[in-house]
T-cell receptor, first 112, second 108 residues
Framework: DGGITQSPKYLFRKEGQNVTLSCEQNLNHDAMYWYRQDPGQGLRLIYYSQIVNDFQKGDIAEGYSVSREKKESFPLTVTSAQKNPTAFYLCASSGRHQETQYFGPGTRLLVL | KQEVTQIPAALSVPEGENLVLNCSFT??????LQWFRQDPGKGLTSLLL?????REQTSGRLNASLDKSSGRSTLYIAASQPGDSATYLCAVAPGIIFGKGTRLHILP
């Protein structure tokens, strides 16, 4: 089955802790994206990557970091600098940048 | 800065009716516009993508139109069904800016 997987489904973070959200795709897509969704809000772009070993900041990159060492994988780290991390995080991919996007099932991050 | 607006925020429609969802954007210099569906607690499903050079796209009971000059797109759903109940979001590129969505409820 081709698609995008995100893990875990739920993640709990303690104060001052860094956590990493996983995103994997087997669609052979070049571009990958991370979004944050807050209740009643649309999605906001955190980071995107158009190709391996390259990524750009989106609208709300502060407090987050990413890597793109493999085409299939685009992990997102929520650092302790992100003061309001509670949200639903969605990963997406597209064949090339700004083409049709395909989304994963999301990870819900909660702060203890 | 591009802004995307979807009005109304929520809509209830009896089953079987045709309906239109609206999406407006402030900067007409878009690359494309995409419509998505999101079920509660789930990721997004792409419905239709319209390139800036196109006027409309169709998929089954869905038809999306684009008028760049007026900064508007509409998503037309024919013969609505209870399974169409979801939140519908539009997004424009470049930048990939999303609206806040319209929460649609089809009444059986």
């Amino acid at each position: 089955d081709g698609g995008i997987t995100q893990s875990p489904k739920y993640l709990f973070r303690k104060e001052g802790q860094n956590v990493t959200l996983s995103c994997e795709q087997n669609l052979n897509h070049d571009a990958m994206y991370w979004y944050r969704q807050d209740p009643g809000q649309g999605l906001r772009l955190i980071y995107y990557s158009q190709i391996v070993n390259d990524f750009q900041k989106g609208d709300i990159a502060e407090g987050y970091s990413v890597s793109r060492e493999k085409k299939e994988s685009f992990p997102l780290t929520v650092t302790s600098a992100q003061k309001n991390p509670t949200a639903f995080y969605l990963c997406a991919s597209s064949g090339r940048h700004q083409e049709t996007q395909y989304f994963g099932p999301g990870t819900r991050l909660l702060v203890l | 800065k591009q802004e995307v607006t979807q009005i109304p925020a929520a809509l209830s429609v009896p089953e079987g009716e045709n309906l239109v969802l609206n999406c407006s954007f402030t900067d007409s210099a878009i690359y494309n516009l995409q419509w998505f569906r999101q079920d509660p607690g789930k990721g997004l499903t792409s419905l239709l993508l319209i390139q800036s050079s196109q006027r409309e796209q169709t998929s089954g009971r869905l038809n999306a139109s684009l008028d760049k000059s007026s900064g508007r797109s509409t998503l037309y759903i024919a013969a609505s069904q209870p399974g169409d109940s979801a939140t519908y979001l539009c997004a424009v590129a470049p930048g990939i800016i999303f609206g806040k969505g319209t929460r649609l409820h089809i009444l059986p």
